[in-house]
């Protein structure tokens, strides 16, 4: 018996050690950077619940969203009302496209990161209540997000991200995990959720992927989570969500007769990586713009649509960097700038303006008018310079 007791000791010992490990390799790995050789349970079948609540055709669409200014019934608008904005970061390297949930998005900011690669921020909200919405691939925060999610007091999904406030290897203007902390975000950290809200699916795309490049979460799962935190319409200190929110100005779809003839956007992120250029091709009888990425459509994989906006908004700020050994950039994302408004065909050549942090960002025309969009989807396309637009 006694050689049997000690293999079972030995066993166990060996097992408390790999954990042990394991442990400390996850908390090494999870305070810096993307933290992207972290993996989460891996089944194969998604865990997403269906949302049991289906619009009554027979209800008016007459509630207007406040994020975008399309119009829902308001039996969708009961169940926004008690949440707030949920902002989720969803990456772009061409390897991991085509993405989920992007197509769902009231909002969606794209902007580089590192290696010259673009990264999307989604805003959902008055689009969320019909639907357990797929993201992926979820990957990580960075600074001038932290800042744009700070305008919606939204709650905020990524999956780690740049610095810890102890980090001497990244730059202190680009520590976004130490500023979510500081500001107090509404921090859905996937590093802080488990299966079956959030999960590397390494089997989502028809080949095989990084390790980064496979977590999802889903939208009802976050909002649950969100729930138990206490970070509803109003959050644990009992301040609404919208206390510092100003609502764009949003109009109905111009006539055809009126519409403009731009048909095309071209936008260059990075010189001699096209593969991350976007076209937005502009449609006259739907009002709309087509999204292609590297040449190619883009489509959300969950809905198989190509994804379309209603409003193409290219605002122009500066960028600095490389900024440290990571390679993380910064933009201003406080002050003004020029802009150029795309919407109904047409082109208006204007300027933004974002006060502070939690301030709203607002674009104008030429003359000082605030913009008005037409109620829809607006992509907010963020470049260093004029001359990387052409249309």
């Given at each position: 018996?006694?050689?049997?007791?000690?293999s079972?000791?030995?066993?166990?010992?060996?097992y408390l050690l790999?954990?042990?490990?394991?442990?400390?390799?996850f908390?090494?790995v999870s305070?810096?950077?993307?933290?992207?050789?972290?993996?989460?349970?891996v089944?194969k079948?998604?865990?997403?619940e269906k949302?049991?609540?289906k619009?009554?055709p027979?209800?008016?669409?007459?509630q207007?969203?406040p994020l975008?200014?399309v119009?829902?019934t308001?039996?969708?608008k009961d169940i926004w009302?008690?949440?707030?904005?949920?902002?989720?970061?969803?990456?772009?390297?061409?390897e991991?496209?085509p993405?989920?949930g992007?197509?769902r998005?009231?909002?969606?900011y794209e902007?580089?990161?590192e290696?010259w690669?673009?990264?999307?921020?989604?805003?959902?909200y008055?689009?969320t209540?019909m639907?357990n919405i797929?993201f992926?691939p979820?990957?990580?925060?960075?600074?001038?997000?932290?800042?744009w999610?700070?305008?919606y007091?939204a709650?905020y999904?990524?999956?780690?991200?740049?610095?810890?406030c102890?980090?001497?290897?990244?730059?202190?203007k680009?520590?976004a995990?130490c500023q979510?902390?500081?500001?107090g975000?509404?921090?859905?950290d996937?590093f802080?959720?488990g299966?079956?809200?959030c999960?590397?699916?390494?089997?989502r795309?028809?080949?095989?992927?990084?390790t980064?490049?496979?977590m999802?979460?889903f939208?009802e799962?976050?909002?649950?989570?969100?729930d138990?935190?206490?970070?509803?319409?109003?959050?644990?200190?009992?301040?609404?969500?919208d206390?510092?929110f100003?609502?764009?100005?949003?109009?109905?779809?111009s006539?055809?007769?009126?519409r403009g003839?731009?048909?095309?956007i071209?936008?260059?992120?990075a010189?001699g990586?096209?593969?991350?250029?976007?076209?937005?091709?502009y449609?006259?009888?739907s009002?709309s713009?087509?999204r292609?990425?590297?040449?190619?459509?883009?489509?959300?994989?969950?809905?198989n649509?190509?994804?379309?906006?209603?409003?193409v908004?290219?605002?122009?700020?500066?960028?600095?960097?490389p900024?440290?050994?990571h390679?993380h950039?910064l933009?201003?994302?406080?002050?003004?700038?020029k802009?150029?408004?795309?919407q109904?065909g047409?082109?208006?050549v204007?300027?933004?303006?974002?006060?502070s942090?939690i301030?709203?960002?607002?674009?104008?025309?030429s003359?000082?008018?605030e913009?008005?969009?037409t109620r829809?989807?607006i992509?907010?396309e963020?470049?260093?310079?004029?001359q990387?637009v052409?249309?």
């Amino acid at each position: 018996m006694k050689p049997k007791i000690a293999s079972i000791l030995a066993v166990a010992g060996l097992y408390l050690l790999s954990t042990g490990i394991s442990y400390a390799v996850f908390n090494k790995v999870s305070g810096v950077g993307d933290s992207s050789t972290i993996t989460s349970p891996v089944p194969k079948i998604s865990p997403k619940e269906k949302v049991k609540n289906k619009v009554d055709p027979s209800i008016p669409k007459d509630q207007v969203c406040p994020l975008n200014g399309v119009k829902f019934t308001n039996q969708e608008k009961d169940i926004w009302d008690k949440r707030r904005p949920l902002a989720v970061m969803i990456e772009n390297s061409e390897e991991a496209r085509p993405q989920s949930g992007l197509s769902r998005a009231d909002i969606v900011y794209e902007a580089l990161a590192e290696g010259w690669i673009t990264r999307f921020m989604g805003i959902f909200y008055c689009n969320t209540p019909m639907e357990n919405i797929t993201f992926a691939p979820v990957r990580s925060a960075r600074t001038y997000y932290v800042d744009w999610v700070s305008e919606y007091d939204a709650l905020y999904n990524h999956v780690g991200g740049a610095g810890r406030c102890p980090d001497d290897t990244v730059d202190p203007k680009a520590k976004a995990l130490c500023q979510i902390d500081r500001y107090g975000i509404k921090d859905l950290d996937q590093f802080g959720i488990g299966y079956p809200d959030c999960y590397r699916n390494p089997d989502r795309l028809d080949h095989p992927v990084a390790t980064e490049h496979t977590m999802v979460c889903f939208s009802e799962n976050l909002y649950k989570i969100a729930d138990k935190r206490d970070w509803n319409n109003v959050d644990d200190r009992g301040i609404p969500w919208d206390k510092n929110f100003k609502e764009w100005k949003f109009k109905d779809d111009s006539k055809e007769s009126e519409r403009g003839k731009i048909n095309k956007i071209h936008l260059v992120f990075a010189q001699g990586y096209d593969k991350y250029d976007v076209d937005w091709d502009y449609n006259t009888s739907s009002n709309s713009y087509l999204r292609s990425n590297g040449g190619k459509p883009h489509f959300d994989l969950e809905a198989n649509v190509q994804l379309t906006a209603k409003n193409v908004v290219v605002q122009f700020s500066k960028i600095t960097g490389p900024v440290d050994e990571h390679a993380h950039l910064l933009y201003a994302t406080i002050g003004s700038g020029k802009a150029i408004i795309f919407q109904d065909g047409q082109a208006i050549v204007g300027t933004w303006s974002k006060k502070s942090r939690i301030g709203r960002t607002v674009f104008y025309n030429s003359s000082g008018k605030e913009i008005e969009f037409t109620r829809g989807s607006i992509w907010i396309e963020v470049l260093p310079s004029e001359q990387q637009v052409t249309y």
